[in-house]
């Protein structure tokens, strides 16, 4: 076997393999949590930005209606409800990737099993699902309030598609995964228990 | 627990400090020390192998079993 010394200790070719493979996750992990920040500001931020910017036909658009003839200017009292109905979505996605990027940090700090990173997991995989129900449910207000502000006709949408499908697949993906990691987490405690 | 840990008397009588046995396994002091107390939940035959080896025993002159008594 290839073993070098360091120290007192006797290092293995196989440890060395192992602690080279746990520096290489530790740094992606901590560019991974930078990333997953700057997702969050910007899904917060643009979701502010589209609400009060959007012409009508865009925001009609947005909301699963056909704009068709004359509509009016959205005014500020508009964008302001709209905000209200909307905003929660953003602002849930953007804490959701906020969770995730602690739970990256957490691994950063070569904390794989710890209870900080599980928690911001599982805070990720709920805040997720939470995100696109609360979206689902805004985009359907906000088709109604749309329809009649700006065409005087009342209409409804219901928005849910494969991108909706996505997010909850991938909520559901990030739950077992926090659930695997619990185990893991298990079994390593109790693997500190024996010498 | 019904399995008792003799290492601290084989240690005395064998005049070998824990530092010295930890160094040689490879474990901490302070696994060592838990170990000596009987407050772990298990050792590994590996462990237990270097034990033997440095301190020139059988693993049941580390490890008894003391049926609890009913």
């Keep these: 076997m290839n073993e070098t010394v360091t120290g007192q200790t006797q290092v293995t070719g196989q440890e060395q393999v192992t602690g080279q493979e746990r520096a290489r996750i530790e740094r992606l992990s901590g560019v991974m949590s930078w990333v997953a920040l700057v997702f969050a500001a910007f899904a917060v931020i643009t979701g502010i930005l589209v609400l009060w910017f959007a012409d009508a036909q865009t925001l009609l658009t947005a909301a699963g209606l056909q704009p068709a003839g004359e509509t009016q200017a959205p005014d500020n009292g508009l964008r302001l409800a709209l905000l209200a109905v909307n905003l929660p979505a953003s602002l849930l996605t953007g804490y959701a990737l906020w969770r995730l990027s602690a739970a990256f940090r957490a691994f950063s700090q070569g904390d794989f099993f710890g209870r900080d990173g599980l928690v911001a997991l599982r805070g990720f995989a709920i805040a997720l699902l939470l995100s696109v129900i609360v979206d689902v449910v805004g985009n359907t207000v906000s088709s109604i309030m749309l329809s009649l502000w700006l065409t005087g006709k009342g209409a409804v949408a219901i928005m849910f598609g494969t991108t909706e499908l996505f997010a909850i697949a991938t909520a559901g993906l990030f739950w077992v995964i926090a659930a695997i990691l619990a185990e893991a987490a298990r079994l390593e405690d109790e693997n500190r228990q024996f010498v | ?70």
Excluded: W
Excluded at chain 2, 20 to 25: F, G, I, P, S, T
Excluded at chain 2, 32 to 56: A, P
């Design chain 2, 1 to 70: 627990m019904p399995i008792e840990v003799k290492l601290a008397v084989i240690l005395a009588e064998r005049g070998v400090t824990s530092r010295d046995l930890a160094e040689h396994v490879g474990i901490t002091e302070a696994n060592m020390s838990l170990l000596r107390q009987g407050k772990v939940k298990g050792v590994r035959f590996e462990t237990l192998e270097k034990i033997c080896e440095y301190l020139e025993c059988q693993p049941g002159d580390i490890l008894r079993y003391t049926p609890p008594s009913s």
